[in-house]
């Protein structure tokens, strides 16, 4: 499966934006999905995963209460709205797709990985 990240851009602290993870090559809808993000010199770390049905969201301390995972399996596409963004959120967010439905907060669950898109929060 490939997968494609959009929807980056450059915004102000306090605003608001949402990405967007879409699958090609093969349906996503029996997989759990995350996303990551790697900001500058940092580790790429964790921030929200969704399993296979969207009944069932994990996300990283730092962004509970802002942002918000969820899945339009008919569009083989996940979501990631982001709110109340801060300049520590900038970030390249990268989406991951695992070969299994339920998907958790380790890196190394996920098989497949898109390019990126970029996240600039000016302050």
């Known amino acids: 499966v490939q997968l494609q990240a959009s929807g980056g851009g450059l915004v102000q602290t306090g605003d608001s934006l949402s990405v967007s993870c879409k699958a090609s090559g093969r349906a996503l809808s029996n997989n759990a999905v995350g996303w990551f993000r790697q900001a500058p010199g940092k580790e790429r770390e964790f921030v929200a995963a969704?399993?296979?049905?969207?009944?069932?969201?994990y996300k990283a301390s730092s962004v509970k209460g802002r942002f918000t995972i969820s899945r339009n399996n008919a569009k083989d596409t996940v979501m990631l709205q982001m709110n109340s963004l801060k300049p520590e959120d900038t970030a390249v967010y990268y989406c991951?797709?695992?070969?299994?439905?339920?998907?958790?907060?380790?890196?190394?669950?996920?098989?497949?990985w898109g390019q990126g898109t970029l996240v600039t929060v000016s302050s």
């Open positions: 991951a797709a695992s070969t299994s439905s339920t998907g958790g907060l380790h890196a190394s669950l996920y098989e497949y």
């Open positions: 969704i399993n296979w049905s969207g009944s069932v969201t």
